[in-house]
């Protein structure tokens, strides 16, 4: 069993060939292909955290569509003053498939 733990929108996610993870909106290349950077491989027992043989490793991924995040509400409000603000906010967001880790 292979998969790695790759750095991807200021968050770590864990990912295999073929899993699909939501992250923060990337720029893909002309072919619709992204590269992640890992942080750590497993493959079997070895495990792989130094970041010489880490910069040997690859994992790519192919962009699926580009979405957009729940809408979120930002209220405010300031009693017996009558101030009150309201203001939203959607995520950019980026479906990806990752297809391979070398």
């Known amino acids: 069993?292979?998969?790695?733990?790759?750095?991807?929108?200021?968050?770590?996610e864990k990912v295999e060939v073929g899993t699909i993870v939501v992250l923060d909106r990337i720029k893909a290349d002309k072919d619709g292909?992204?590269?992640?950077?890992?942080?750590?491989?497993?493959d079997g027992d070895i495990i792989t955290h130094d970041a010489a043989a880490l910069a040997k490793v690859t994992v790519t991924a192919?962009?699926?569509?580009d979405l957009r995040g729940p809408k979120i509400v930002i209220q405010k409000f300031k009693n017996?003053?009558?101030?009150k603000?309201?203001?939203?906010?959607?995520a950019d967001?980026?479906?990806?498939?990752?297809?391979?880790?070398k």
Do not use: C, D, S, W
């Not at 292909?33 to 497993?42: E, G, M, S």
């Not at 017996?80 to 101030?83: A, P």
């Not at 603000?85 to 959607?90: D, I, T, Y």
């Open 33 to 42: 292909n992204i590269q992640l950077a890992p942080v750590l491989l497993v």
């Open 62 to 65: 192919e962009v699926i569509t």
């Open 1 to 12: 069993m292979v998969y790695a733990i790759v750095r991807a929108g200021g968050r770590q």
């Open 93 to 101: 967001l980026t479906r990806v498939k990752v297809t391979g880790i």
């Open 85 to 90: 603000k309201r203001q939203g906010f959607r």
């Open 80 to 83: 017996k003053t009558g101030y």
